[in-house]
């Protein structure tokens, strides 16, 4: 894969978990330094980003899926199966569940902003706020192609605010499904056994994918 459309297309925000990385569909991820009251989600387009915009790497559906293939790896004796289960996808380093959904929600709704540059300046910007675009600016002249990259580049942005929301939300949904298919004996399994399936299968698409 050319390494110019990876540059042209760059999400950065306030250090967050690796899993931002898994969730970034065509936005390469980079970190900032944390400062106080730093929540700016920025998304910076740019010469190239045609390419990137259209790269196949959404990872929305492998969270509609996930519901399904949890239910065929708990199949049979789902407790049991439950508990070997997180034992195999714990590895080292386990993600803490709280602050991990917490700051995959914080992501999702904080205060953003997607700019389009030029070769050599700014050429158009958008805010965005937890439901959507909420003021556009035009500080350079632009042409047609310029102002439609940059139209592209705002609803790449949604869609991949909304998969980090449907991420949380999908993880305490399986969650669900392992309390429905384990019992109650199964409850404090639920949500570390979501998370790490969940985090193993978009771990798996990312690599597909190149990430």
């Known amino acids: 894969m050319s390494s110019v ?4 297309l760059e999400w950065s925000s ?3 978990p690796t899993e931002l990385a898994w969730l970034a569909g065509p936005w390469r991820r980079a970190e900032r330094t944390l400062h106080p009251d730093d929540r700016l989600e920025l998304f ?3 010469p190239g980003a045609e390419a990137a915009l259209t790269r196949i790497g959404d990872p929305r559906p492998i969270l509609v899926d996930a519901a399904s293939r949890l239910r065929a790896a708990l199949s049979a004796s789902p407790l ?5 289960l997180l034992q195999a996808l714990r590895g ?5 569940l709280s602050t991990a959904l917490v700051d995959l929600w914080r992501h999702a709704t904080a205060p953003a902003r997607v700019e389009t540059h030029l070769s050599d300046r ?3 910007t958008t805010e965005l706020g937890a439901g959507g675009p909420t003021r556009t600016r035009l500080l350079a002249d632009a042409s047609i192609a310029t102002l439609d990259l940059h139209r592209r580049a705002v609803a790449a942005a949604l869609r991949t605010r909304v998969t980090l ?14 309390v429905a298919l ?9 949500l570390p056994l979501a998370w790490h399936f969940l985090r193993d299968l978009l771990a798996a698409h990312a690599d597909t994918q190149g990430h």
């Open 182 to 190: 384990a019992g109650a004996g199964g409850a404090a399994l639920a």
């Open 92 to 96: 080292s380093n386990p993600t803490d």
């Open 5 to 8: 459309p990876e540059l042209a």
């Open 122 to 124: 700014l050429a158009v």
């Open 44 to 46: 910076r387009a740019g």
């Open 80 to 84: 049991a199966r439950a508990e070997a």
């Open 165 to 178: 929301a449907h991420t949380a939300r999908t993880t305490v949904e399986l969650a669900a499904t392992v």
């Open 14 to 16: 306030p250090a967050g």
